[in-house]
């Protein structure tokens, strides 16, 4: 089995101390980040599809979620792009009412490699706290706001009306998220929308640089 067959079959198992080395054992083999980030996506795909079924359960989805952050982070040093320029802020968040991480983070990691300052507010933050962040830090050009679940797109809604009804201006707001589609972005009055965090990069710096 190559070894990224074994980085996905360890993640989709939770193995947390040993997802890090198989993921350093299959850069070595010679796969590519971006195969190897896939695998793992691919993992946590069967994971939620095993848990739709009732096969899995939440401790196991948070295990392999863990296991897939491990990975990552070996990862990133890999993954990184051209972050010499300075492109501005970038604030991100889940919204509120929403503890799933796994995308937020990636994406960050990726606007960071394309050149942004990253402010990471975390899971579960609200509306307001997004403006105090926007106004609490220095040149912020792009605010990132992700929902995973289909019962928080109302908050996503809410957090991009505040912000938008806020007065603050000079930056752009992207949305993105599984549930989430560029015509609910559209809807909401998101300025852009992405499907996943390679596309989010690519947005974000059209954004700015447009
Ligand atoms: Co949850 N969960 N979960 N979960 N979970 C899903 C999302 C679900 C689809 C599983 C399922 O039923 N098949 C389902 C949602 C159904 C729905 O609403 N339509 C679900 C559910 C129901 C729940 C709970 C309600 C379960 C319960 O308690 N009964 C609960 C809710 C808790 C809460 O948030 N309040 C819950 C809890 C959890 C855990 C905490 C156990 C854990 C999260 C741990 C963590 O994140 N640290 C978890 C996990 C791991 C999952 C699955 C299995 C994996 C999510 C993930 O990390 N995917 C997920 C099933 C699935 O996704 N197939 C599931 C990998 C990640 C790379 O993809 O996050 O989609 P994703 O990010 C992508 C894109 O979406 C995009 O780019 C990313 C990378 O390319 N993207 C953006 C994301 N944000 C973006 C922002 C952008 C642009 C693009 O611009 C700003």
Excluded at 11 to 36: C, F, Y
Excluded at 40 to 62: C, H, I
Excluded at 93 to 117: C, P, Q, R, Y
């Amino acid at each position: 089995m190559a070894k990224i067959d074994d980085v996905k079959a360890n993640v989709e198992a939770g193995k947390t101390k040993l997802v890090p080395g198989l993921v350093q054992d299959a850069l070595n083999e010679g796969s590519a980040a971006a195969d190897i980030l896939q695998a793992m996506v691919d993992a946590m795909g069967v994971v939620g599809e095993k848990f739709s079924t009732g096969e899995l359960f939440v401790p196991e989805m948070l295990i392999a979620a863990k296991a897939m952050a491990k990975g990552v982070e070996v990862l990133k040093p890999h993954m990184a792009g051209d972050a010499s320029a300075s492109l501005g802020t970038c604030i991100i968040g889940t919204v509120e009412g929403d503890l799933h991480d796994i995308g937020k983070n990636l994406v960050a990691m990726m606007i960071e490699s394309a050149g942004f300052t990253v402010v990471d507010l975390g899971v579960d933050v609200s509306a307001s706290k997004f403006v105090e962040a926007i106004k609490a830090n220095e040149n912020v050009r792009l605010v990132a706001c992700s929902g995973l679940l289909s019962t928080t797109m109302p908050a996503l809604k809410e957090t991009v009306q505040t912000i938008k009804a806020s007065g603050l201006t000079g930056f752009k707001v992207m949305v993105g998220g599984a549930p989430v589609t560029a015509q609910y972005a559209e809807a909401v009055g998101a300025d852009a929308y992405a499907p996943d965090a390679g596309s989010a990069a690519v947005k974000a710096k059209e954004l700015v640089t447009v």
